[in-house]
């Protein structure tokens, strides 16, 4: 969850230039300017910048360059001078990285991007402004903090690692050579992902630059995928269309009911006083409903502008047509439709979900779904109602995989059942979400707390009975009763080619 698409969506009034102050208005909730006006001109801009900067028309070092001032120009016309915080970041670190070395360059990234980004949030939210997004320029560092802390992994893992040392996914990502300051300069500021991302990884970016979006994927197949021929160079226009289409039906929807079943109403008084239990769980869920548009219209838009620069490009599906979800940050009908908190997580802030995968959880040796929380907290900002929500969530993240590994097996013998099954963890799914988010809304942790408190914090203690009742092994034994099961059909792999060479 970005806690800065808030800033984008949940403006008092409109905003002219980076430090422009916002006025309150409780009657309505309107789009910030600057954002709209810099997007749209981002999606012009990128179909220009696919047509006529295309590889085959012009130089990796021409395309970074263009890519790199203007979203330098996009940064300076909607946070004013604060956008030289996001030079002054990707510089410092770049500096580390040149300076410590490979061996060390990774640790001394993570903690001086996310240290330098939490200052500005704790500087932002108690001294300037508790509570208003107003020019919040940190909604654009946590995206280059994600891009500064991944890059120095990946540039750790493909020069100070052995190859038998990282799993599949990091040996696709690592980086063999360090690089260049334009290079880093223009994946950390480029003008398609420079105010709402997402995230990608380093290689992709420059695959994208250079012209070979999916070479260093391995993605070819000798040109066809089910006898249909590829295109080396397939359009994102029908991509792009039917994403825009969704970014319009997911504004118009939030702009509708936004204001219908606001969030702060689970916390009235009156409402908890006179409204029955059942009544204030289905209000729980619609009201926090309502808040699923706006992000769905940010992220999808931002996919859009990367689409629209040819960017995004994932090999073709098994009918042979171009996908364009390499950077994707959402699945809404997966996230609708969710029946665990894991296949939730999954599809929600996809690239922010694979940051703290390959940063935090792949490589803590201890409580790694803890650590993972704990970091996801840390850098979405410094309101107390992040860290209740990450918190909430490491106890039910537990209770669901215990549910899962002890309770769905009896579930899978007939269709009848397993859809029975569905339909309960659906529910309980989506209510466990909405539980889980609400101090994310309210940010402060009065009301946070009293919510908790008017619901007897029952998922909270549920969720601990049942992580307590229902054990499941720690995931170093799971992997190690996993590689004994793939060596042997490895060895009879083996034997069986061995028997064929020796008949031949």
Same mark, same amino acid.
């Given at each position: 969850?970005?806690?800065?698409?808030?800033?984008?969506?949940?403006?008092?009034?409109?905003?002219?230039?980076?430090?422009?102050?916002?006025?309150?208005?409780?009657?309505?909730?309107?789009? +910030?300017?600057?954002? *709209?006006?810099?997007?749209?001109?981002?999606?012009?801009?990128?179909?220009?910048?696919?047509? %006529?900067?295309?590889?085959? $028309?012009?130089?990796?070092?021409?395309?970074? *360059?263009?890519?790199?001032?203007?979203?330098?120009?996009?940064?300076?016309?909607?946070?004013?001078?604060?956008?030289?915080?996001?030079?002054?970041?990707?510089?410092?670190?770049?500096?580390?990285?040149?300076?410590?070395?490979?061996?060390?360059?990774?640790?001394?990234?993570?903690?001086?991007?996310?240290?330098?980004?939490?200052?500005?949030?704790?500087?932002?939210?108690?001294?300037?402004?508790?509570?208003?997004?107003?020019?919040?320029?940190?909604?654009?560092?946590?995206?280059?903090?994600?891009?500064? #802390?991944?890059?120095?992994?990946?540039?750790?893992?493909?020069?100070?690692?052995? @190859? +038998?040392?990282?799993?599949? !996914?990091?040996?696709?990502?690592?980086?063999?050579?360090?690089?260049?300051?334009?290079?880093?300069? !223009?994946?950390?500021?480029?003008?398609?992902?420079?105010?709402?991302?997402?995230?990608? !990884?380093? =290689?992709?970016?420059?695959?994208?630059?250079?012209?070979?979006?999916?070479?260093?994927?391995?993605?070819?197949?000798?040109?066809?995928? =089910?006898?249909?021929?590829?295109?080396?160079?397939?359009?994102? /226009?029908?991509?792009?269309?039917?994403?825009?289409?969704?970014?319009?039906?997911?504004?118009?929807?939030?702009?509708?009911?936004?204001?219908?079943?606001?969030? @702060?109403? =689970?916390?009235?008084?009156?409402?908890?006083?006179t409204t029955p239990f059942y009544a204030q769980v289905v209000y729980l869920y619609l009201s926090m409903l309502t808040t699923r548009p706006k992000?769905?219209?940010?992220?999808?838009?931002?996919?859009?502008?990367? /689409?629209?620069?040819?960017?995004?490009? /994932?090999?073709?599906?098994?009918?042979?047509?171009?996908?364009?979800?390499?950077?994707?940050? &959402?699945?809404?009908?997966?996230?609708?439709l969710a029946t665990s908190f894991k296949v939730f997580l999954d599809n929600w802030n996809i690239q922010t979900a694979h940051w703290l995968k390959? *940063?935090?959880?792949?490589?803590?040796?201890?409580?790694?779904?803890?650590?993972?929380?704990?970091?996801?907290?840390?850098?979405?900002?410094?309101?107390?109602?992040?860290?209740?929500?990450?918190? #909430?969530?490491?106890?039910?993240?537990?209770?669901?995989?215990?549910?899962?590994?002890?309770?769905?097996? %009896?579930?899978?013998?007939?269709?009848?059942? $397993?859809?029975?099954? +569905?339909?309960?963890?659906?529910?309980? #799914?989506?209510?466990?979400?909405?539980?889980?988010?609400?101090?994310?809304?309210?940010?402060?942790?009065?009301?946070?707390?009293?919510? %908790?408190?008017?619901?007897?914090?029952?998922?909270?203690?549920?969720?601990? &009975?049942?992580?307590?009742?229902?054990?499941?092994?720690?995931?170093?034994?799971?992997?190690? @009763?996993?590689?004994?099961?793939?060596?042997?059909?490895?060895?009879? #792999?083996?034997?069986? !080619? =061995?028997?064929?060479?020796?008949?031949?």
């Amino acid at each position: 969850m970005y806690s800065y698409v808030e800033q984008y969506l949940d403006q008092w009034g409109f905003s002219v230039g980076g430090a422009t102050k916002c006025k309150p208005n409780d009657n309505k909730i309107m789009l +910030d300017v600057n954002f *709209v006006v810099c997007q749209l001109c981002a999606l012009l801009t990128a179909v220009w910048f696919r047509l %006529y900067l295309h590889p085959s $028309k012009t130089s990796p070092f021409v395309r970074h *360059v263009v890519a790199t001032l203007l979203g330098i120009y996009f940064a300076l016309f909607c946070f004013g001078w604060y956008a030289l915080h996001f030079l002054l970041q990707s510089g410092i670190t770049y500096g580390i990285m040149i300076l410590t070395g490979v061996e060390h360059m990774h640790k001394y990234c993570l903690v001086v991007a996310l240290g330098y980004l939490s200052f500005c949030q704790i500087t932002r939210v108690y001294v300037f402004d508790y509570g208003m997004y107003s020019a919040d320029f940190t909604g654009p560092m946590m995206v280059i903090t994600q891009k500064i #802390t991944s890059v120095a992994f990946e540039i750790h893992d493909g020069m100070a690692r052995k @190859e +038998d040392q990282l799993n599949q !996914s990091q040996k696709l990502l690592a980086i063999r050579r360090m690089p260049s300051l334009l290079e880093y300069f !223009s994946y950390n500021c480029n003008f398609m992902g420079i105010l709402a991302g997402p995230t990608c !990884s380093y =290689n992709d970016y420059i695959a994208f630059i250079e012209g070979t979006p999916y070479r260093h994927r391995d993605l070819e197949t000798k040109g066809k995928v =089910n006898g249909k021929s590829r295109l080396n160079d397939p359009s994102p /226009n029908t991509e792009v269309i039917r994403k825009l289409a969704t970014c319009f039906i997911s504004l118009l929807v939030f702009l509708s009911v936004c204001k219908v079943c606001p969030v @702060e109403r =689970n916390v009235d008084d009156d409402f908890i006083a006179t409204t029955p239990f059942y009544a204030q769980v289905v209000y729980l869920y619609l009201s926090m409903l309502t808040t699923r548009p706006k992000y769905y219209f940010v992220w999808t838009l931002a996919d859009a502008i990367n /689409n629209a620069a040819g960017f995004g490009f /994932n090999g073709y599906d098994s009918n042979g047509l171009p996908r364009w979800d390499l950077i994707s940050n &959402l699945r809404i009908m997966n996230i609708e439709l969710a029946t665990s908190f894991k296949v939730f997580l999954d599809n929600w802030n996809i690239q922010t979900a694979h940051w703290l995968k390959r *940063v935090c959880y792949e490589r803590c040796p201890y409580n790694p779904t803890a650590a993972t929380f704990l970091l996801s907290a840390m850098w979405h900002g410094a309101y107390p109602g992040y860290y209740l929500t990450f918190l #909430t969530g490491i106890v039910i993240t537990l209770a669901a995989r215990a549910v899962r590994h002890n309770v769905r097996p %009896y579930f899978l013998g007939s269709p009848t059942l $397993k859809f029975v099954y +569905d339909v309960i963890t659906w529910a309980a #799914t989506q209510i466990a979400i909405c539980y889980t988010v609400v101090p994310f809304v309210l940010l402060s942790v009065g009301p946070s707390l009293k919510f %908790y408190r008017s619901w007897y914090f029952c998922i909270h203690i549920g969720c601990i &009975l049942l992580a307590i009742a229902l054990p499941v092994k720690p995931r170093h034994l799971r992997l190690k @009763e996993q590689q004994p099961a793939v060596q042997p059909s490895l060895e009879s #792999t083996d034997s069986n !080619s =061995n028997q064929k060479q020796k008949a031949t």
